[in-house]
């Protein structure tokens, strides 16, 4: 009984913090629909902004500058202060001009000032920890409840702390003039702004209530584990949504009652389940995708808000001033007129790509031109569900991750570790897994898939991620059969008939003949009637139904085919990495995949090559950037600064006139309509 105590104690602190954190998602996301990435950033500056006041002195960006040593009640208010003001910053420069936005771009916007965020986060503080100062009342010895429950002094203030803002925050909405303009402004913007509310100024008070929210937990877990870190916010940011989304998004008292189930449950998780420490975030995801696939809305939720928006997730041309017009109209053009000769583009495109492949001398830039085909292909298998189908996918790394697995362990852990099998005997064997691996992606994609078909939106997303962190942290504990968190290496380079090709010149032909195999077959099935049951799902899944299409079955054949391509592409990874751990299949990861296929063109073949070749090739070449030298970090900002930008002017990316469009090109009325009514007739069958 004893012990059982003080896990309710140890998970009700963890709770609070949870509860924090989910507040500020939840706030948000009420009154703008918004899934604020950037909150678990925000989370981690309001931690080094607390630590960095309260010392007497800290590094920063190199040198050694004084600091008012502040107290810590005074230094967690002046932090908790200066990130609700960056959060009004980071609303009124990149969130505000999407308001009208289509759906992803905002989403999309949020990822990109995470990264911008946490680059410069690593630039100025460093990519050491901060360790928290001690203070007077970390020092006063732990209460005692029930002689047997231990609370030190701070725990008993994080969960005052978080109880008195929330219960504040409650009243706050319920009752204050702009409490009321903040419901108002959630249950529809325009009426709101009809009737005098001003809406950009009740957002603005969000985005600073939540950013100060989000602070105050960082505050909070930085002071109880004793340190503060450039990545800090990553994970309780994750564990922070889940108990948003657990307790009903939307809604304060859901999201308290989210953080503090999440916290008992992981704490009553590690104290009893076998192993249960290295567990227990596995158990939070398993926890998110049963109450979602029960309940979608969450705990305390509107059945409402499981809804998807209308329309594509980057919708059609925007609206450009006259010298980006200027600069988008050539390339529009020539991608307008590629698009009608495209079998002759593609030829000409891979053509291209061989001659880079002779002509290139240096080693270096052949395997930094076969990554950003092995990243190409990746955002391609992520396109078919995301950039044809519609649906937003933050799990495909697991798909990826099973391919990958899936060779290594036949090729090292099994035959040469398991029976002494020479490898360069068995070199068939990786074309064999090609296919192999793309299948059992692709079951495991349908697998996973058919419990999201409740689901829509946010919430599709939301599980989709669940499953993703599902697999990752499967791989990390099942230490017998994918080694850990030590990875598998030794990893056969492919070898053709007894040739190795290991060279960098081999391996790049090898991904090009891999790359526009992926592309031929993925166009084909795009341009088949199941494609365009995919695009008629993208542009308005309501009107496909109507139509006749059978949505659940064509998600589900998206599904398949997207895990395909990340099984089968996942297979040459590993070959060509020669080692995978656990590492290379993490969220952040996905996040650069959905990036790519923004920054390329969702919806189209190019668009996910156009973007591998932007983030890839623009990191190698930033780092003759004298400034980057000195700070490596500030790529990734640098990086991300171009996307936010580029979701202001350009949502659909830069390949986006070559999108599929829902009909083929050349319909006119009457064969548009015939076009449709094909699609809803062999859907149907």
């Given at each position: 009984?004893?012990?059982?105590?003080?896990?309710?104690?140890?998970?009700?602190?963890?709770?609070?913090?949870?509860?924090?954190?989910?507040?500020?998602?939840?706030?948000?996301?009420?009154?703008?629909r918004?899934?604020?990435?950037?909150?678990?950033?925000?989370?981690?500056v309001?931690?080094?902004?607390?630590?960095?006041?309260?010392?007497?002195?800290?590094?920063?960006?190199?040198?050694?500058?004084?600091?008012?040593g502040?107290?810590?009640?005074?230094?967690?208010?002046?932090?908790?202060?200066?990130?609700?003001?960056?959060?009004?910053a980071?609303?009124?420069?990149?969130?505000?001009?999407?308001?009208?936005?289509?759906?992803?771009?905002?989403?999309?916007?949020?990822?990109?000032?995470?990264?911008?965020?946490?680059?410069?986060?690593?630039?100025?503080?460093?990519a050491?920890?901060?360790?928290?100062?001690?203070?007077?009342?970390?020092?006063?010895?732990?209460?005692?409840?029930?002689?047997?429950?231990y609370?030190?002094?701070?725990?008993?203030?994080?969960?005052?702390?978080?109880?008195?803002?929330?219960?504040?925050?409650?009243?706050?909405?319920?009752?204050?003039?702009?409490?009321?303009?903040?419901?108002?402004?959630?249950?529809?913007?325009?009426?709101?702004?009809l009737?005098?509310?001003?809406?950009?100024?009740?957002?603005?008070?969000?985005?600073?209530?939540?950013?100060?929210?989000a602070?105050?937990?960082?505050?909070?877990?930085?002071?109880?584990?004793?340190?503060?870190?450039?990545?800090?916010?990553f994970?309780?940011?994750?564990?922070?949504?889940?108990?948003?989304?657990?307790g009903?998004?939307g809604?304060?008292?859901?999201?308290?009652?989210?953080?503090?189930?999440?916290?008992?449950?992981?704490?009553?998780?590690?104290?009893?389940?076998?192993?249960?420490?290295?567990?227990?975030?596995?158990?939070?995801?398993?926890l998110?995708?049963?109450?979602?696939?029960?309940?979608?809305?969450?705990?305390?939720?509107?059945?409402?808000l499981?809804?998807?928006?209308?329309?594509?997730?980057?919708?059609?041309?925007?609206?450009?001033?006259?010298?980006?017009?200027?600069?988008?109209?050539g390339?529009?053009?020539?991608?307008?007129?590629?698009?009608?000769?495209?079998?002759?583009?593609?030829?000409?495109?891979?053509?291209?790509a061989?001659?880079?492949?002779?002509?290139?001398?240096?080693?270096?830039?052949?395997?930094?031109?076969?990554?950003?085909?092995?990243?190409?292909?990746?955002?391609?298998?992520?396109?078919?569900?995301?950039?044809?189908?519609?649906?937003?996918?933050?799990?495909?790394?697991?798909f990826?991750?099973?391919?990958?697995?899936?060779?290594?362990?036949?090729?090292?852990?099994?035959?040469?570790?398991?029976?002494?099998v020479?490898?360069?005997?068995?070199?068939?064997?990786?074309?064999?897994?090609?296919?192999?691996?793309?299948l059992?992606?692709?079951a495991?994609?349908?697998?996973?898939?058919?419990p999201?078909?409740?689901?829509?939106?946010?919430?599709?997303?939301?599980?989709?991620?669940?499953?993703?962190?599902?697999?990752?942290?499967?791989?990390?504990?099942?230490?017998?059969?994918t080694?850990?968190?030590?990875?598998?290496?030794?990893?056969?380079a492919?070898?053709?008939?007894?040739?190795?090709?290991?060279?960098?010149?081999?391996?790049?032909?090898?991904?090009?003949?891999?790359?526009?195999?992926?592309?031929?077959?993925?166009?084909?099935?795009?341009?088949?009637?199941?494609?365009?049951?995919?695009?008629?799902?993208?542009?308005?899944?309501?009107?496909?139904?109507?139509?006749?299409?059978?949505?659940?079955?064509?998600?589900?054949?998206?599904?398949?085919?997207?895990?395909?391509v990340?099984?089968?592409?996942?297979?040459?990874?590993?070959?060509?990495?020669?080692?995978?751990?656990?590492?290379?299949?993490?969220?952040?990861?996905?996040?650069?995949?959905?990036?790519?296929?923004?920054?390329?063109?969702?919806?189209?073949?190019?668009?996910?090559?156009?973007?591998?070749?932007?983030w890839?090739?623009?990191?190698?070449?930033?780092?003759?950037?004298?400034?980057?030298?000195?700070?490596?970090?500030?790529?990734?900002?640098?990086?991300?600064?171009?996307?936010?930008?580029?979701?202001?002017?350009?949502?659909?990316?830069?390949?986006?006139?070559?999108?599929v469009?829902?009909?083929?090109?050349g319909?006119?009325?009457?064969?548009?309509?015939?076009?449709?009514?094909?699609?809803?007739?062999?859907?149907?069958?």
């Amino acid at each position: 009984m004893d012990y059982f105590g003080q896990l309710l104690a140890n998970g009700l602190v963890l709770g609070a913090v949870y509860a924090l954190a989910a507040v500020a998602f939840t706030l948000v996301y009420g009154v703008v629909r918004l899934v604020n990435f950037a909150f678990g950033e925000l989370f981690m500056v309001g931690a080094f902004l607390t630590t960095s006041l309260m010392l007497p002195e800290v590094r920063l960006v190199g040198h050694v500058v004084p600091m008012p040593g502040f107290s810590f009640p005074v230094a967690a208010l002046v932090a908790v202060l200066l990130t609700a003001a960056l959060g009004v910053a980071v609303d009124r420069i990149a969130y505000r001009p999407l308001r009208r936005a289509p759906r992803l771009a905002p989403l999309i916007t949020s990822i990109a000032v995470s990264v911008v965020l946490q680059s410069l986060a690593q630039t100025v503080w460093g990519a050491e920890e901060l360790r928290f100062p001690e203070f007077e009342l970390a020092t006063y010895p732990p209460v005692v409840l029930f002689d047997s429950i231990y609370l030190s002094v701070m725990d008993l203030v994080v969960m005052a702390s978080a109880l008195c803002a929330m219960t504040g925050l409650t009243l706050f909405v319920a009752r204050s003039s702009l409490g009321r303009a903040m419901r108002a402004s959630a249950e529809d913007q325009t009426a709101a702004l009809l009737v005098g509310v001003p809406v950009d100024r009740v957002v603005a008070a969000a985005f600073a209530i939540g950013s100060g929210f989000a602070a105050l937990a960082g505050v909070l877990y930085a002071q109880t584990y004793g340190f503060a870190h450039s990545s800090m916010g990553f994970l309780p940011g994750l564990k922070a949504l889940t108990a948003a989304v657990l307790g009903g998004i939307g809604s304060i008292p859901g999201a308290a009652l989210g953080g503090v189930v999440l916290g008992l449950v992981e704490a009553l998780g590690a104290g009893y389940l076998p192993n249960g420490t290295a567990w227990k975030d596995a158990i939070s995801f398993v926890l998110l995708v049963l109450l979602l696939y029960v309940r979608p809305q969450g705990l305390l939720g509107r059945p409402e808000l499981n809804a998807a928006g209308r329309g594509s997730l980057l919708g059609g041309a925007a609206e450009m001033g006259g010298w980006l017009r200027g600069v988008f109209a050539g390339l529009d053009r020539l991608l307008a007129g590629s698009s009608a000769r495209g079998g002759a583009v593609a030829l000409g495109a891979v053509a291209l790509a061989a001659a880079a492949g002779l002509l290139v001398p240096s080693d270096y830039w052949l395997r930094i031109l076969t990554t950003v085909l092995i990243y190409g292909m990746l955002a391609s298998g992520l396109n078919v569900i995301v950039g044809f189908a519609g649906l937003l996918d933050l799990g495909f790394v697991a798909f990826w991750a099973v391919g990958s697995y899936l060779t290594s362990i036949l090729f090292v852990l099994v035959l040469k570790d398991g029976f002494g099998v020479a490898l360069q005997e068995t070199w068939w064997l990786f074309y064999l897994n090609l296919p192999l691996g793309g299948l059992l992606a692709a079951a495991l994609a349908v697998l996973l898939g058919t419990p999201t078909l409740r689901l829509r939106g946010d919430y599709l997303a939301i599980m989709t991620l669940g499953f993703g962190e599902i697999v990752r942290i499967v791989a990390i504990n099942w230490v017998g059969l994918t080694n850990g968190p030590m990875g598998i290496r030794g990893i056969p380079a492919p070898v053709l008939f007894g040739v190795p090709l290991g060279t960098p010149r081999a391996q790049f032909f090898l991904a090009l003949t891999l790359a526009a195999a992926v592309v031929f077959i993925v166009a084909r099935l795009v341009r088949s009637y199941v494609g365009r049951a995919w695009v008629a799902i993208r542009e308005d899944e309501e009107a496909a139904e109507a139509m006749g299409v059978p949505t659940a079955r064509y998600k589900l054949y998206a599904y398949a085919m997207s895990g395909f391509v990340g099984g089968f592409v996942g297979v040459f990874y590993a070959h060509y990495q020669q080692y995978i751990s656990p590492l290379n299949f993490s969220l952040f990861e996905n996040i650069i995949l959905l990036m790519l296929i923004v920054l390329g063109g969702l919806g189209t073949f190019i668009g996910p090559f156009v973007g591998a070749v932007i983030w890839i090739v623009f990191l190698q070449v930033a780092i003759d950037i004298p400034f980057v030298q000195a700070y490596p970090e500030t790529r990734f900002a640098l990086l991300g600064v171009i996307l936010i930008a580029l979701m202001l002017f350009r949502p659909q990316g830069l390949a986006a006139s070559a999108r599929v469009p829902l009909v083929m090109a050349g319909a006119g009325p009457g064969k548009a309509g015939r076009a449709e009514g094909a699609v809803a007739g062999r859907a149907g069958t």
